[in-house]
């Protein structure tokens, strides 16, 4: 009887596996920012190549994961975005500020993965994003 050798996992699999296992691992966002109601994230994206993948929407509430790594939209691209110092940036802002109304932030990001049809030539993935996190603060009672 002869066994199948399993197949050694791809890269971009490892690092799928890996965003998983962090975010199961991140506290929840009532734990790691109290002070949060609401934290809205917006990702719009561009492909300088090509068509660009649809624009994303995300609202975490307290119970939800405080994880901000999101991977690339393209199927084919082992990169991904991480939010998370973005993140800590306007939630520190927004308590430090005496006023109880929502913070925005907006920034640009550009994707550092590679395409798999691309890793001979090693080219960047021409991925690019926009994002605006908007944080609503806890109502005080």
């Not at 734990?31 to 624009?55: C, H, K, N, V």
């Amino acid at each position: 009887m002869k066994l199948q050798s399993r197949k050694s996992a791809s890269v971009s699999e490892l690092k799928r596996n890996q965003r998983h296992t962090d975010r199961d691992r991140a506290p929840p966002m009532r734990s790691a920012f109290p002070q949060l109601e609401q934290l809205r994230i917006e990702l719009d994206f561009a492909d300088r190549t090509g068509r660009a993948p649809s624009p994303q929407m995300h609202i975490l509430f307290p119970p939800a994961r405080a994880f901000f790594r999101f991977a690339c939209p393209c199927s084919e691209c082992d990169g991904e975005f991480d939010l998370s110092l973005a993140v800590s940036a306007l939630v520190n802002s927004a308590t430090s500020s005496k006023r109880s109304s929502n913070r925005t932030v907006s920034d640009n990001l550009v994707c550092e993965g590679v395409r798999l049809r691309n890793q001979a030539n090693s080219r960047p993935c021409p991925i690019a994003v926009k994002i605006r996190l908007d944080a609503s603060p806890e109502k005080s009672a």
